[in-house]
């Protein structure tokens, strides 16, 4: 038992290790600007406009949800006009962002791995260093930077879904009284909240793509290894979403409180 | 041109090469043979840098690619071509895309001077007019001959086979053989090929080296491979089992 648990750390941080070389070497990629447009412009549309229906779908229902159990509490203590406002709030720096990564690390981060692992398997990525091509600068960079580029723009399209949604229900499903819950929502939600959740946004997309490159770039053999990396890549970059989140939250609320 | 010194490298504590030692002259055409899992495919990507071996030395024109890290070794694989076992073609690439990929990513050449040179270079290994294709439409010789198109078009000095007729039948295995010896003389290419189809080593090799225990075990020209006395190579040559051993 005593040997097993050492042996699963020493393997979990070797894996931590490959994985920030993986990040070190993307990113020193970044810089030499050797992008393939053409690439990067598919990743962006496999990435973004592909994911469009699954980000809708959450952020709409997780908005409804939200202001019918807001209300049903509120209505309590007369605060039902306070609905959206929790709504949006809520939307803007926690569940936009965290059910937005989720939805595309389930989506997104599992094609990444299953595509690079098949790659791996087959052979294509030693083909690839074979043409004299660098596996970072053809694979990875062109993923991180569409995930850049489209987490945030999902994630502010699943939040004002959610927002409008949530209005939706509040004043047509419960009478709340729409000018007093709009007035409500923009008196309470303040730029800091958008600014978070763009943030979070922004570190969940790397989050999701490095895990997604580094599952399918290390992947074991055969189909039974892309399976499993697939499947490491969701519940990894889900597992790391959740608790960077908090952290997040933490650091990004201590500094727009000091602001 | 290639020289190899007490090459080592384990899986676990298998030892798959075990102090492996040869060198191989510019121009010349040079056979690997062994046992299917005897470490053949592994030595080959140690020549081009795809594997980092435990200890031992691999130098491509006297300079040692061993300490070398990836972007180094991206410089050094560019004397180099090299066709996989299974053609490693990139799915969702079309034949042009596929062979001319090293030129396209460079974009150091108009898309035309890219265009005649696949062609040209379709040509020769017979497959003209297969442009536009997907991998998925080409049958298992044909993809042979892309990644050799693939391997060969920016004329490298040397080329890697990694098993280039196994899972073909004997005609098509034919054809590739036929095709390797018209790169060869053509280009004027070192020539390195992994295989364990005797009848492949006899064409195809001026010399042969046998991979046995991790060990070069023999090396020599193929008619002194097919007359010799050694127990080990008879029966690697005549292919028949030992009663000893367990095959499955």
Redesign the interface.
């Known amino acids: 038992m005593h040997v097993q648990a050492r042996q699963w750390i020493s393997e979990w941080l070797e894996g931590l290790g490959r994985l920030t070389l993986l990040t070190r070497e993307s990113i020193a990629s970044l810089l030499t600007f050797k992008v393939?447009w053409r690439d990067l412009l598919y990743q962006t549309y496999f990435v973004g406009v592909k994911s469009q229906s699954v980000v809708l779908i959450t952020g709409a229902f997780t908005g409804m949800v939200l202001a019918a159990q807001t209300y049903l509490q509120f209505h309590k203590v007369k605060m039902d006009t306070a609905t959206l406002a929790v709504v949006s709030v809520s939307m803007c720096s926690e569940l936009g962002p965290v059910l937005t990564g989720l939805m595309v690390a389930g989506r997104v981060g599992a094609a990444f791995a299953a595509e690079l692992g098949t790659?791996r398997v087959?052979?294509?990525i030693?083909?690839l260093?074979?043409?004299?091509?660098?596996p970072v600068d053809?694979l990875v960079v062109p993923r991180l930077i569409a995930l850049h580029v489209a987490m945030p723009l999902l994630t502010a399209e699943s939040i004002a879904i959610g927002i409008v949604a949530g209005y939706v229900v509040g004043a047509y499903f419960y009478g709340i009284d729409r000018v007093y819950l709009w007035h409500n929502m923009l008196w309470y939600t303040q730029p800091p909240e958008v600014v978070v959740g763009m943030i979070k946004a922004l570190i969940f997309g790397g989050i999701v793509a490095m895990i997604g490159c580094y599952k399918g770039m290390c992947c074991g053999e055969g189909a039974e290894g892309v399976g499993r990396a697939t499947t490491e890549a969701v519940v990894y970059s889900s597992i790391t979403i959740l608790i960077t989140n908090f952290f997040l939250t933490l650091a990004l609320g201590k500094l727009f409180h000091t602001l | 041109m290639i020289q190899v010194r007490d090459l080592r490298k384990s899986y676990d504590s298998n030892a798959v090469l075990d102090g492996v030692n040869f060198h191989i002259e510019k121009g010349e055409s040079v056979v690997v043979i062994g046992r299917s899992g005897g470490g053949k495919s592994v030595l080959l990507?140690h020549l081009?840098g795809?594997l980092k071996p435990d200890s031992g030395q691999v130098l491509i024109e006297n300079e040692d690619i061993v300490p070398m890290n990836?972007?180094e070794?991206?410089?050094v694989?560019?004397k180099?071509?090299?066709l996989?076992?299974?053609a490693?073609?990139?799915?969702s690439l079309t034949v042009e895309e596929n062979v001319a990929?090293?030129f396209r990513?460079e974009r150091s050449m108009p898309r035309e001077e890219i265009r005649r040179k696949v062609c040209e270079v379709l040509e020769m290994v017979d497959l003209p007019g297969t442009e536009d294709k997907k991998p998925a439409e080409l049958s298992g010789g044909m993809r042979k001959r892309v990644g050799l198109a693939?391997?060969i078009i920016y004329q490298p000095a040397i080329v890697l086979y990694d098993e280039p007729t196994t899972g073909l039948d004997p005609i098509v295995a034919d054809s590739i053989d036929k095709l390797i010896l018209r790169v060869r003389d053509r280009l004027d290419v070192t020539t390195v090929v992994v295989t364990h189809d005797m009848r492949s080593a006899r064409r195809l090799g001026q010399r042969i080296l046998m991979l046995h225990n991790g060990k070069i075990y023999a090396a020599g020209t193929p008619d002194e491979f097919f007359q010799s006395e050694d127990p080990v190579i008879r029966r690697f040559v005549e292919g028949v089992s030992d009663p000893k051993e367990l095959y499955f």
Request: charged share 30%.
């Open positions: 393939a790659m087959t052979e294509q030693d083909a260093r074979t043409l004299a091509t660098h053809y | 990507k081009i795809l990836e972007r070794l991206l410089r694989r560019r180099f071509g090299m996989f076992q299974g490693a073609l990139f799915d990929f090293a990513r693939r391997a």
